[in-house]
């Protein structure tokens, strides 16, 4: 329908990325590491399993899901306030990204890839959405908006409807919405008053 506007997408999930690397650095944002390494991960399986399946420009969203946290990972090192944490849930979520690939390679079924991927991916988001339940100031919402709204564009662009084109996507949606609502949640919604 629209193509052009995962261009649009793709933009804003930069300039999402940019205020998050930026609080990072001042300090602001507390990434985990091992989240944004397994968001790094598994959105560039995605995006290679949907490009192997023929999926054209609507994978763009996807491939920028995992560049922008590609660049949040290398910024988080300069910060000494960003963590490495790794427990069993962690490796966890390691193997399933992994196991994506070789599931992939041994059916070469893209959708069992796409599948899988956004598995990892939201196993890898659990201990980001806990920690933003908890305490939403760790967190910068505008990288979470603009990867939602960059999942958004990809229905835009979508030709043939096939389960690699939209699986992520769709998933990128549902995620990024949860953390939004974790962040900002206190914000909108007034705490119980109690007599």
Same mark, same amino acid.
């Given at each position: 329908m629209f193509p052009q506007a995962v261009f649009v997408g793709a933009f804003a999930? @930069?300039?999402? !990325? +940019? +205020? $998050?690397i930026k609080d990072t650095l001042w300090g602001e944002t507390k990434p985990n590491r091992v989240t944004w390494f397994l968001w790094m991960l598994a959105p560039y399986i995605g995006t290679a399993a949907a490009i192997f399946d023929g999926v054209s420009w609507a994978v763009l969203p996807v491939f920028m899901a995992g560049f922008v946290p590609m660049c949040v990972l290398f910024?988080?090192?300069?910060?000494?306030? +960003? $963590?490495?944490? @790794? !427990? #069993?849930? &962690? $490796? *966890?979520c390691g193997l399933v990204s992994v196991l994506a690939l070789v599931l992939w390679y041994i059916t070469k079924e893209p959708v069992v890839a796409v599948i899988f991927a +956004? *598995? #990892? &991916?939201g196993l890898a988001a659990l201990p980001t959405l806990s920690k933003a339940w908890s305490y939403p100031e760790t967190e910068t919402g505008a990288v979470y908006a603009a990867t939602l709204f960059g999942a958004l564009t990809s229905f835009l662009a979508i030709q043939m409807w096939a389960p690699s084109e939209y699986i992520f996507s769709a998933y990128l949606v549902f995620i990024n919405s949860a953390i939004l609502i974790a962040i900002y949640r206190k914000k909108f919604i007034p705490e119980r008053i109690t007599l």
């Open positions: 999930q @930069l300039i999402g !990325g +940019a +205020a $998050y910024v988080s090192f300069i910060n000494k306030n +960003a $963590y490495w944490k @790794l !427990g #069993a849930f &962690d $490796y *966890t +956004a *598995t #990892a &991916d």
